[in-house]
């Protein structure tokens, strides 16, 4: 079992930065690979970025690459994503996303979920 748990939302104008976190209990967090989705209203939950073990390979959707970095600390147990010029568009519920056998890419593939962390963008 894992329980994560995500921080660093908020409400950020247009061209902002954000840095949100996810921090892992229980299993042994580099066991696993983590992940990043985001659900904005009426929509379907998608995939954002993934990395892998060790934190040496990333993989990122069209839509935030160039934009946004995911890293991980494994001597802390926690997952980042690093997000920069934020577009309204980005505004949605961030989810925390743990896969034991590969790159959690799509939300039937994902063990593990986090509650969310809300992220607003302003026009």
């Known amino acids: 079992q894992v329980q994560l748990v995500e921080s660093g939302g908020g409400l950020v104008q247009a061209g902002g930065s954000l840095r949100l976190s996810c921090a892992a209990s229980?299993?042994?967090?580099?066991?696993?690979?983590m992940g990043w989705f985001r659900q904005a209203p009426g929509k379907e939950r998608e995939f954002v970025a993934d990395?892998?073990?060790?934190?040496?390979?990333?993989f990122y959707a069209d839509s935030v690459k160039g934009r946004f970095t995911i890293s991980r600390d494994n001597a802390k147990n926690t997952v980042f994503l690093q997000m920069n010029s934020l577009k309204p568009e980005d505004t949605a519920l961030y989810y925390c996303?743990?896969?034991?056998?590969?790159?959690?890419?799509?939300?039937?593939?994902?063990?593990?979920w986090g509650q969310g962390t809300q992220v607003t963008v302003s026009s």
């Open positions: 996303a743990a896969r034991n056998n590969g790159p959690p890419r799509r939300v039937g593939q994902v063990n593990y």
């Open positions: 990395i892998t073990w060790g934190g040496l390979t990333t």
């Open positions: 229980g299993r042994a967090f580099s066991d696993y690979y």
